[in-house]
Antibody, heavy 119, light 112 residues
Framework: EVQLVESGGGLVQPGGSLRLSCAAS????????MNWVRQAPGKGLEWVSY????????YYADSVKGRFTISRDNAKNSLYLQMNSLRAEDTAVYFC????????????WGQGTLVTVSS | SYELTQPPSVSVSPGQTASITCSGD??????ACWYQQKPGQSPVLVIF???????KRPSGIPERFSGSNSGNTATLTISGTQAMDEADYYC???????????FGGGTKLTVL
């Protein structure tokens, strides 16, 4: 059974940093591209970042480019999101999502971890 | 930047057919997919498209869910809508020109 479990969320002050993790199991993690998607309270889904299976290709949404860094450790079956210079508008539930084999859709999602940026 | 537009809400009576649209420039040339999200839960992929076929359903998704994508519009159709289908639905596509994943704003489906 495919499982994605996020952790690392919490309350952080504006300008602060946080590192999210996503532990993957039930599939060959090193064979799949992964993404982070967020959802602000009461709002829609917003894509944050993409990383290919080998980490060779990385993309970011304009709203986080230069502040967030996506990475992965295939030996540990883990995906990460380093978030720096956090702003109030980064407050959201952050989901990790596995990308499908044949196109850019997300076939499995984690349960999400809440990040709250507030003083 | 590329945008996908969905109606904020759609209502349907139980047993009837619900159609939710998603509009974007030349969306039919891209691979569109749909997610269902119920309150407090993670999104679930209900329809996806790959290089071989549009309107594919992942394992476990009921046959009453179908999808199409042509021109500037992708459509999610739910036939014989049930109360359990009440949820928010999001379309999503990949904009290769900007290397960005794009979500529609979401549609709240009410079954009443």
């Amino acid at each position: 059974e495919v499982q994605l479990v996020e952790s690392g969320g919490g309350l952080v002050q504006p300008g602060g940093s946080l590192r999210l993790s996503c532990a993957a199991s039930g599939f060959t993690f090193s064979s799949y591209s992964m993404n982070w998607v967020r959802q602000a309270p009461g709002k829609g889904l917003e894509w944050v970042s993409y990383i290919s299976s080998s980490s060779r290709t990385i993309y970011y949404a304009d709203s986080v480019k230069g502040r967030f860094t996506i990475s992965r450790d295939n030996a540990k079956n883990s995906l990460y999101l380093q978030m720096n210079s956090l702003r109030a508008e980064d407050t959201a539930v952050y989901f990790c999502a596995r990308e499908g084999e044949s196109s850019r859709y997300f076939d499995y999602w984690g349960q999400g971890t809440l990040v709250t940026v507030s003083s | 930047s590329y945008e996908l537009t969905q109606p904020p809400s759609v209502s349907v009576s139980p047993g009837q057919t619900a159609s939710i649209t998603c509009s974007g420039d030349k969306l039919g040339d891209k691979h569109a997919c749909w997610y269902q999200q119920k309150p407090g839960q993670s999104p679930v992929l209900v329809i996806f498209q790959d290089i071989y076929q549009a309107g594919k359903r992942p394992s476990g998704i009921p046959e009453r869910f179908s999808g199409s994508n042509s021109g500037n519009t992708a459509t999610l159709t739910i036939s014989g809508t049930q109360a359990m289908d009440e949820a928010d639905y999001y379309c999503q596509a990949w904009d290769s020109s900007t290397a960005r994943v794009v979500f529609g704003g979401g549609t709240k489906l009410t079954v009443l």
